[in-house]
């Protein structure tokens, strides 16, 4: 993702979107509008990262480039591990930090924390970042169960 001297742009994909095609006219994106469409952006493409379970396999070692390919997109099935485990809320959230440094490139300074939920198969994953080219700092809350990830801003309203 690109970014400006005033914060951080859209990605290409979305640029090219055109949400209104029956207008000749893109309206200006900028200031608060350009960072609330950046942010829901993001949040869409970390809800289908977090979403996309990749392939779990062994490459050949000259195949160095393969684990941040686009065929390795994903997180590993969460349907057999116990969130309610120490050891596995670490290694979880070292998962999904490592996979949101490979194929989200707009966050940067990345922090994951998964936390045991009420019982032993639910957990919240809470990621603080902050978007590339901004300074403040954003907040993706998902709840962890029966192998499904939700938005936990949304269970909230």
């Known amino acids: 993702m690109a970014t400006t001297e005033s914060g951080p742009k859209l990605s290409l994909l979305d640029r ?3 949400e209104n095609p029956d207008s000749d006219l893109d309206p200006p994106a900028g200031g608060e509008e350009l960072r609330r469409r950046v942010r829901e952006s993001v949040q869409r493409d970390i809800d289908s990262l977090l979403n996309t379970r990749s392939w779990l396999g062994t490459w050949p070692r000259d195949l160095k480039h393969i684990r941040s390919s686009i065929i390795n997109y994903g997180l590993p099935d969460t349907s057999h591990i116990a969130v309610g485990n120490e050891d596995v809320q670490r290694v979880f ?3 999904v930090k490592m996979a949101i440094q490979i194929f ?3 966050l940067v300074y990345t922090h994951v924390m998964m936390i045991a939920g009420p019982d032993s198969r639910s957990a919240k994953l809470v990621i603080n ?3 590339r080219g901004d300074q403040e700092p954003v907040f993706f809350g998902r709840r962890v169960a029966d192998s499904k990830l939700t938005d936990l801003t949304r269970e909230r309203r």
Do not use: G, M
Request: charged share 35%; aromatic share 0%; proline share 8%.
């Open 16 to 18: 090219l979107i055109d």
């Open 104 to 106: 989200e490139p707009r």
């Open 129 to 131: 970042a902050q978007l």
């Open 93 to 95: 959230s070292e998962t």
